[in-house]
């Protein structure tokens, strides 16, 4: 009776150990993709429970959620959590249909990992409905629960994400003031964002426009002239160019505008014509860009140089950072599962995951390429303004010639800027500058020049 007893639960055991859904195993088994995929198999006809939802929420902490992206929709709300509310509200956003997209952007856990980056969204979805109160109070969210999440984070990369997330906000919502002539309101935000920020470079730009439209060139043009630091050699924007030469322009240095003018058609046209030509060749190919990315891609000659930097910026994406970890970790996934199963289960697992790990780094190929052409796609527009201040500038000059005027101060004359026309706050340092960037002098520089808008009178020689 007793052995009978044993054998009774020996097979219950037995029973319970058969009846373990396969995504668990691979769960404790780190297969963190596979879990992912077969979970979704054995879940999707049957009842959704807390625990089912819990052990979702457990695979999306070691896989990240972008994985979701190519989903159905119908599939992903049968379960009720944060992630997935998440990345549907992002879609919803995403596609403009601002108003669904709260509906789940609303319902994500205060506590959730995903809770941050929500309320950044949520922000810019009460900007593009108007509702500016709104707007601030996800923004103060945004940027509370990310330092929270950043303190408690297990490791520097997790902080440093969450730190991103609260520099995002600060930049968003600066450009939403900036969008609303808030224009002191936007610098205050856009001054929270540190050096160290990989946004850091593209807010110099963004901070010259704002002290163009508060009238102060000087600090526009000391600005722009960051990105003549070779710590910033990677960073070219046409807009730039014009900014800086439109800000010469304001104070009648017209001479100064033409140099920049003249810089761009001779130094940088013929790189966009090398880039737009080199680019144009793999213009359809499915690894090229991918490739480039992850140095794959070699001989790279000298006149292609302004590619090759092209390439580096985007590599300092947190998008492709993502993406490219993802892979890392398909690839070790791989390798486990090659190194530890049987043939039968390889057969059965690594197909999938290798189709998975092919559509990413087509997604990171695609994002490239797409992140190019805009780039590209900016130069004829920036050209064609830059052409237009050319026309512009001579059409005054010519002006003044036959007006037998000049401007107050003959440029060739003119010193090249005094401390009295930089406008500074007392919490802004003075530093001479004396031919060198100093990393800690980034982003704090002003010209000190004065406006030579004055016309005089031409003395008539006797």
């Known amino acids: 009776m007793k052995w009978q007893m044993l054998m009774i639960l020996a097979l219950g055991m037995n029973s319970a150990l058969a009846a373990k859904p396969a995504y668990e195993t691979y769960l404790e088994k780190k297969y963190y993709y596979t879990a992912l995929n077969e979970f979704f198999y054995e879940t ?13 929420e457990e695979i999306l902490y070691f896989t990240g959620v972008e994985i979701l992206e190519d989903y159905d929709e119908k599939l992903l709300l049968k379960y ?7 990345i549907v509200g992002r879609k919803y956003y995403q596609d403009k249909n601002f108003k669904k997209a709260l509906t789940y952007l609303d319902n994500i856990h205060p506590k959730h990992r995903y809770f941050p980056e929500a309320k950044m969204i949520e922000a810019q979805v009460q900007f593009h409905l108007g509702d500016k109160e709104k707007e601030e109070s996800a923004v103060t969210r945004c940027v509370k629960s990310a330092a929270v999440q950043e303190s408690e984070a ?17 930049i968003n919502a600066a450009r939403n003031s900036f969008t609303r002539g808030e224009y002191q309101q936007a610098l205050t ?39 003549k630091s070779p710590l910033l050699d990677s960073y070219f924007f046409p807009e730039a ?13 017209y001479d100064d505008s033409l140099v920049i003018l003249n810089q761009y058609y001779k130094v940088y046209r013929p790189r966009f014509v090398q880039l737009d030509k080199l680019l144009g060749t793999h213009k359809k190919s499915k690894t090229f860009f991918y490739d480039a990315l992850t140095d794959q891609v070699t001989g790279f000659d000298s006149n292609e140089e302004f590619v090759k930097k092209i390439f ?9 950072s993502l993406d490219n970890n993802t892979i890392y970790k398909l690839n070790r996934e791989l390798n486990k599962i090659h190194a530890t199963e049987s043939k039968e289960l390889q057969k059965e697992l690594m197909p999938h995951l290798a189709d998975v790990r092919e559509n990413i780094k087509s997604k990171i190929n695609y994002n490239a390429k797409k992140d190019v052409y805009e780039f590209l796609q900016t130069v004829p527009f920036f050209s064609a303004e830059l052409f237009k201040l050319n026309l ?40 001479k500058f004396e031919g060198e960037f100093w990393a800690d002098e980034l982003g704090d520089y002003s010209l000190g020049l004065k406006s030579n808008c004055q016309e ?3 003395e008539e020689k006797k």
């Open 312 to 320: 580096t910026r985007l590599k300092k994406q947190i998008r492709f």
């Open 392 to 431: 512009e500038i001579v059409a005054r000059k010519r002006d003044l010639l036959y007006k037998n005027s000049q401007l107050s101060v003959d440029e060739q004359k003119r010193t090249r800027g005094e401390m009295s026309n930089v406008t500074r706050t007392s919490k802004e340092h003075f530093w």
């Open 80 to 86: 009720p959590s944060s992630s997935i509310r998440f």
């Open 456 to 458: 005089v009178k031409v």
């Open 154 to 170: 297990g490791n520097k990369k997790i902080a440093r994400y969450y730190k991103m997330i609260e520099e995002v906000c600060h």
């Open 44 to 56: 999707y006809d049957k009842p959704i429970t807390e625990k089912v939802v819990n052990k979702l």
């Open 241 to 253: 160019e014009y900014l800086s030469a439109l800000a010469y322009f304001k104070l009648c240095l």
């Open 189 to 227: 935000n856009y001054k929270k964002i540190p050096k160290t920020s990989y946004k850091w470079p593209y807010v110099i730009l963004e901070q010259a426009w704002v002290y163009y439209q508060l009238n102060d060139y000087n600090r526009a043009l000391g600005l722009l002239s960051t990105y």
